[in-house]
C-alpha cells in the first residue's frame, strides 16, 4: 500500500526566502507525481506534474524533483511571497491511477 | 474554457439522510475521479468513472456510490449520512487516453456538513 509523507507538516517564513517542501513514498512503481496548492476551504490547483522518467519540472519561482529510486521529492519555490502562503500537497499516481496524498505542509509567508 | 465545476459548494445534512453531488468535468476530459477530504487530511480517493462505469474504487463503503453520465458529467452519493462523513468532497477530471501520465484537475469542491 503506497504511504506519502510530507515533511514539515507547516513551515512559517519571512517575505523573501527561499524554501524547501519534502515529500516521500514508500512504493517506488509510480507513474507520475504531482504537486498541488490549496487554499483555505477550497480546492486543489495543480502545480507541476512530473512523470515517473523526469528528473525535475520548473514554473515560475517553483521547481519540483523526484528522485523515484529513494522515493523522494522536493518542491523548491524561490524568492517566496505571502500570496504563496497556503497548504502544499503532494500526490503520486500508482498501477491503479487513483493518486495518494500527504496531509500537506501548512506554509505561512510573513510580509 | 470552463474548468471543472461543483455543485453545491455548502450543504448541511443530518445523520442518516442522502446527498447527491454533482460534478461537470473539465472540457476535453471524459474521466471523474471523486476524493473525500477530512479536515487537516489530504484528500482519499473514493472512485473513478469513465464511459459510465465504475472502474476504480478506494476502500469506501457501499453507501458511497456514483454514476457518470453520457455528457461525461458525475453524481456523487452518500446514503444513510455518518457524522464521520462531514469532509470537502472533490472532483478531479482527466482523460481517460492519459490515464497513466495524465494530470488531474480539481474542482472548488462541496463542503458536506452532518449534524
Known amino acids: 500500500k503506497q504511504e506519502v509523507t510530507q515533511i514539515p507538516a507547516a513551515l512559517s517564513v519571512p517575505e523573501g526566502e527561499n524554501l524547501v517542501l519534502n515529500c516521500s513514498f514508500t512504493?517506488?512503481?509510480?507513474?507520475?507525481l504531482q504537486w498541488f496548492r490549496q487554499d483555505p476551504g477550497k480546492g486543489l490547483t495543480s502545480l507541476l506534474l512530473i512523470q515517473s522518467s523526469q528528473r525535475e519540472q520548473t514554473s515560475g519561482r517553483l521547481n519540483a524533483s523526484l528522485d523515484k529510486s529513494s522515493g523522494r521529492s522536493t518542491l523548491y519555490i524561490a524568492a517566496s511571497q505571502p500570496g504563496d502562503s497556503a497548504t502544499y500537497l503532494c500526490?503520486?499516481?500508482?498501477?491503479?491511477?487513483?493518486?495518494?496524498f500527504g496531509k500537506g505542509t501548512l506554509l505561512t509567508v510573513n510580509p | 474554457d470552463a474548468g471543472v465545476t461543483q455543485s453545491p459548494t455548502h450543504l448541511i445534512k443530518t445523520r442518516g439522510q442522502q446527498v447527491t453531488l454533482r460534478c461537470s468535468p473539465k472540457s476535453g476530459h471524459d474521466t471523474v475521479s471523486w476524493y473525500q477530504q477530512a479536515l487537516g487530511q489530504g484528500p482519499q480517493f473514493i472512485f473513478q468513472?469513465?464511459?459510465?462505469?465504475?472502474?476504480q474504487r478506494g476502500n469506501f463503503p457501499d453507501r458511497f456510490s456514483g454514476h457518470q453520465f453520457p455528457n461525461y458529467s458525475s453524481e456523487l452519493n452518500v446514503n444513510a449520512l455518518l457524522l464521520g462523513d462531514s469532509a470537502l468532497y472533490l472532483c478531479?477530471?482527466?482523460?481517460?487516453?492519459?490515464?497513466?501520465?495524465?494530470?488531474?484537475?480539481f474542482g472548488e469542491g462541496s463542503r458536506l456538513t452532518v449534524l
Open positions: 468513472y469513465y464511459e459510465e462505469e465504475e472502474r
Open positions: 512504493d517506488s512503481a509510480i507513474y507520475n
Open positions: 478531479a477530471s482527466s482523460s481517460y487516453s492519459f490515464s497513466n501520465t495524465g494530470e488531474l484537475f
Open positions: 500526490a503520486v499516481r500508482g498501477s491503479n491511477y487513483k493518486l495518494t
